[in-house]
């Protein structure tokens, strides 16, 4: 047990990938898998499960090994309960369980080829198992409770249910809604989602959703902690800031990170701009884009063809042809000459150079291009979006 609880342990970020395509095969709660934040954190919790039991095995095999109660996964106890979502998903727990069990088989088959040993290794490692996972969801549950309670106690609840019951289209008056939220539902609304790479950075959150609600020219903002890494904000205004406006707002802070939604009005408008933004920010994480601005409207396009990231790798290999692993100046250029409307004059002015020198640009442009730029605009428009986010 010791030999086999050492191997996996200096192999744990590939066993913890394992275990959690295992736990989120038949996962109840799809928030939890496609919610960059909670999936982050669920990663967290279960390297913190898978590390506990290992090295609680190494240092005293087979016995009975204390409920995991690490910091990471009271936090994200913490950030479901806020949510409103149900820790108790057995369905993902026992999916984990499973796969961590399939490494641990495998890993004693490989470990002795002793039928007696094997028969009495599995009965202990089987035993083990399955009472720390016991122990923990009874843990775990005892905190959640008394952390249900505290959070029912305070106004924050009743905000985090209301915009849940919004979200979801559920049947609530503007009226009582307005009234619990603080905020007017009327008018037009722009959705951001502001989330930070790491806690060390989370207290830089609410100085962006200032600055986001700045250069949004909006008056107030209504903001909800998401979880401890990550805000939600609306602000009453039809203007979404163009991504190099933000991202100068942004500079101040480092590995903060805003998706915007685009301008929506009313009780849909609210709901629909925070869907757009929850889009934009899957789309940065699916992509392991590190780019600190993101707005829907410029990448609606790009969310839709990345749904399957090897059909999104292969649309930009058939559409750019040697354009994709060109120049990134040569392909900022054709993106610019499509966005000023094909005015090669507009394009050259906005780059800071000549327009000979755009027109040249772009002459290369058509001969790496599968086919020409004039031909397949809007498709190579896209592809250079893709390539760019990842870039």
Same mark, same amino acid.
């Given at each position: 047990m010791r030999d086999i609880a050492e191997r996996l342990l200096a192999s744990t970020s590939v066993a913890v990938d394992e275990v959690l395509a295992a736990a989120h095969q038949d996962a109840e709660y799809r928030a939890l898998v496609e919610d960059p934040q909670l999936a982050a954190a669920d990663r967290?919790?279960?390297?913190?499960? +898978?590390?506990?039991?290992?090295?609680a095995t190494l240092q005293n095999p087979g016995a009975r090994v204390e409920p995991c109660v690490d910091p990471e996964v009271l936090q994200f106890a913490r950030?479901?309960?806020?949510?409103?979502? !149900?820790?108790?998903?057995?369905?993902?727990?026992?999916?984990?369980?499973? /796969?961590?069990?399939d490494l641990w088989v495998d890993a004693c088959f490989a470990a002795t080829t002793d039928v007696d040993e094997l028969r009495d290794l599995m009965k202990v490692s089987e035993r083990s198992m399955v009472t720390f996972i016991d122990d923990s969801i009874a843990a775990l549950d005892a905190y959640v409770e008394q952390e249900r309670a505290d959070l029912a106690r305070g106004a924050n609840a009743e905000r985090h249910s209301t915009v849940?019951?919004?979200?979801e289209g559920a049947p609530i008056g503007r009226a009582l809604a307005e009234?619990?939220?603080?905020?007017?539902?009327? /008018?037009s609304h722009v959705a951001a989602i502001i989330w930070s790479d790491s806690a060390d950075e989370a207290t830089?959150? !609410?100085a962006a959703a200032e600055a986001v609600m700045r250069i949004c020219a909006?008056?107030?903002?209504?903001?909800?902690?998401?979880?401890?890494?990550?805000l939600w904000v609306w602000v009453p205004t039809d203007m979404v800031p163009s991504a190099e406006t933000a991202e100068d707002a942004l500079a101040a802070h480092p590995g903060i990170h805003v998706a915007f939604g685009r301008c929506g009005r !009313?009780?849909?408008?609210?709901?629909?701009s925070h869907m757009d933004a929850s889009a934009a920010q899957r789309l940065l994480t699916r992509m392991g884009s590190a780019r600190p601005v993101v707005r829907y409207e410029d990448v609606a396009l790009v969310s839709v063809l990345t749904a399957d990231m090897a059909q999104a790798d292969q649309f930009v290999t058939d559409t750019l042809g040697d354009l994709a692993t060109a120049d990134p100046v040569l392909r900022q250029t054709v993106l610019t000459y499509v966005r000023e409307r +094909?005015? /090669?004059?507009?394009?050259?002015?906005?780059?800071?150079?000549?327009r000979n020198t755009i027109e040249r640009r772009l002459a290369r442009a058509d001969q790496l291009l599968p086919v020409p730029l004039a031909d397949n605009a809007a498709s190579v428009v896209a592809a250079l979006m893709l390539v760019q986010l990842r870039d």
């Open positions: 967290q919790m279960s390297k913190a499960y +898978f590390r506990h039991w290992m090295s950030d479901l309960v806020r949510r409103g979502l !149900d820790m108790h998903d057995l369905g993902s727990w026992r999916g984990a369980q499973h /796969g961590a069990w849940q019951l919004l979200l009234s619990r939220l603080g905020y007017a539902l009327t /008018g830089g959150l !609410d909006a008056p107030r903002r209504f903001t909800l902690n998401a979880s401890a890494t990550a !009313d009780l849909d408008g609210f709901r629909r +094909f005015n /090669g004059s507009a394009a050259a002015e906005r780059m800071f150079t000549h």
